[in-house]
């Protein structure tokens, strides 16, 4: 709540690449609803898409992971036949997703609510939705098996009032407007983080309240999006602002800004994938097939069929393959070898 509460006595400065990513921000929210009425019956499958990329995302960053084969099962499928602990965290994660995709507007923020994201993320471990009972820093472990601690936490004995002080002056400051909404939601993640109100999950909480607090503000472009694939694929700069902008937090002389400003950058670079997707939809027609051909758009040198059923879980081979014949046909791309293993790339 360190950084909130030096907020709450007066904001003196917004930097130029700041104002530059609000700015943006604010245009791209104006266009958000013209985005959305352009092809209606498209962006379901961004939905389906983003709703995987999430929950595989976020959980991989804190090294939950699961067969691919199984993604769609987990994720999609009913009832609750989980292999193992690892499914079960992600399909508790989609849930929590659901929860916030469907009910995010009526959902209010507060300390039930987060400890219920957190039971969801959590599963039938045993302390779901509890606030840790013993202390516990932020570690930092090196292949070498060497260890450092990055970052001491709050207290237990401490975590249930900072909690409470952290919703208190995100719901003044929020009526009172002196400070710019999107600032105040990455410097409450950013005290969330370093409160460390649970044993385990924090990470995965955080998050899921970024896009719960986004929705909040109107900004929905995590709906489309995944702002935890965006997180993931630049976790390195997540984990040095992190650290840059924890330093000094207990005695409230830490700098927020480092950290505030790369979460501006993952929204706006969540809005520009959007706006890049539904131009795409606009001219490209088949169902899933869009997501495969932006992805293979993507693409720089030569690439493999792996690569893009990674950045689009849930299609299968035969589809990959399917739109890199058609576009073999058309001229766009160039099988360099024979079989499953085969690289190809781009046309000009």
Not at 11 to 20: A, I
Not at 90 to 110: D, V
Not at 127 to 154: L, M, N, S
Request: one cysteine or more; aromatic letters at 10%; hydrophobic letters at 35%.
């Amino acid at each position: 709540m360190k950084t909130l509460l030096n907020f709450s006595k007066g904001l003196s400065f917004v930097s130029t690449n700041t104002s530059w990513y609000l700015s943006d921000l604010a245009e791209y929210r104006g266009k958000q609803e013209l985005y959305t009425h352009q092809v209606p019956q498209k962006l379901k499958l961004l939905k389906e898409h983003a709703i995987i990329e999430s929950s595989i995302s976020s959980n991989r960053m804190e090294g939950v992971e699961i067969d691919a084969k199984r993604i769609g099962t987990v994720i999609f499928g009913k009832g609750n036949h989980y292999k193992d602990r690892n499914e079960e965290e992600i399909a508790g994660y989609k849930r929590a997703l659901s929860l916030i995709h469907e009910e995010g507007q009526e959902i209010l923020l507060n300390v039930e609510t987060i400890k219920n994201i957190h039971a969801l993320t959590r599963g039938e471990i045993w302390d779901a939705g509890k606030y840790k009972e013993k202390d516990g820093d932020i570690i930092e472990k090196y292949p070498d098996g060497r260890e450092r601690v990055r970052f001491k936490t709050v207290s237990a004995l401490q975590t249930a009032s900072a909690t409470e002080e952290l919703l208190k002056l995100w719901h003044e400051l929020m009526r009172d407007k002196q400070v710019p909404s999107l600032i105040l939601l990455a410097a409450f993640n950013l005290d969330f983080l370093c409160i460390h109100p649970f044993r385990d999950g924090n990470g995965r909480v955080s998050r899921l309240l970024l896009l719960l607090q986004s929705y909040h503000l109107g900004f929905e472009v995590g709906r489309y999006i995944s702002l935890e694939k965006l997180i993931e694929e630049n976790k390195e700069r997540y984990y040095e602002t992190l650290e840059q902008s924890s330093q000094g937090w207990h005695e409230g002389k830490h700098d927020p800004w480092p950290y505030i400003n790369y979460m501006l950058s993952i929204f706006k670079s969540a809005y520009k994938e959007f706006e890049g997707r539904v131009g795409e939809m606009q001219v490209h027609k088949g169902g899933k097939t869009e997501l495969i051909v932006a992805a293979i758009n993507k693409q720089a040198g030569k690439f493999a069929i792996g690569q893009i059923q990674k950045s689009c879980p849930g299609s299968s081979v035969d589809m990959i393959r399917k739109v890199l014949k058609d576009l073999k046909k058309a001229g766009k791309v160039e099988c360099l070898g024979r079989g499953k293993d085969a690289y190809w790339k781009k046309l000009n």
